[in-house]
């Protein structure tokens, strides 16, 4: 009994790891066309990193910023031939640039080193519109959505739903065994040797 016990433990824990490591929503190393933070128009492609060095210096966001405050923004022109074209640059709060009020702006501009950085001030929790536009031919047009000190639930859903997963398995399996034969007669019998 304690040997099915344990393999049954051995099967919950690797289900759990995997099913919790399949909805980890990391940054880290994951391929070009994964990474939520690259836009790609034909094969021009650019990269967005958020920091906000007072709340924490390591730290590296993409479209979920979690806190309001100054934010340093970061577009990467990973496209060589970007560089060689005047790249235009502004945050609007509100989901577009139609709708919203504009906080920062950079005019056109050769990025020879292919690093935009500036900062903005996202002193607001709710949706702004960043959007990159290089002047060439044809010329091209890059928008991210920030969603500022926002709780995204598909997130909160795939992180939790490995450990819930694995609390209801391991307590289906530690209900089967304490309902089985053997541990009923099991303490049947030490029931009867302690009457003795």
């Known amino acids: 009994m304690v040997r099915q016990v344990t393999q049954a ?48 210096v390591e730290a590296h966001y993409c479209t979920d910023i979690p806190q309001v405050g100054e934010t340093l923004l970061v577009i990467d022109l990973v496209d060589p031939a970007l560089r060689e074209m005047p790249i235009g640059f502004k945050v609007f709060r ?20 292919g690093i935009i950085g500036t900062k903005s001030e996202l002193n607001e929790k709710g949706l702004y519109s ?7 031919v044809p010329p091209l ?27 209801l398995l391991l ?9 089985s034969r053997r541990l009923k007669s099991y303490m049947a019998s030490r029931k009867n040797s302690k009457a003795d």
Request: hydrophobic share 40%.
């Open 9 to 56: 433990s051995i099967a919950i824990i690797l289900l759990a790891a995997a099913l919790y490591a399949g909805g980890v929503a990391a940054h880290g190393k994951v391929a070009m066309e994964d990474d939520s933070c690259m836009r790609q128009i034909g094969e021009n492609i650019i990269h967005l990193s958020a920091y906000q060095p007072q709340h924490d």
């Open 94 to 113: 509100g989901s577009n640039e139609t709708e919203g009020e504009l906080i920062t702006s950079l005019e056109p501009a050769y990025y020879k080193d």
């Open 130 to 136: 960043v959007t990159v536009t290089a002047e060439g």
């Open 141 to 167: 047009h890059y928008q991210y959505q920030l969603r500022v000190e926002m709780v995204n639930y598909a997130n909160v859903f795939r992180s939790a739903i490995g450990p819930v997963v694995g609390l």
């Open 171 to 179: 307590t289906l399996i530690m209900y089967k065994v304490l309902r």
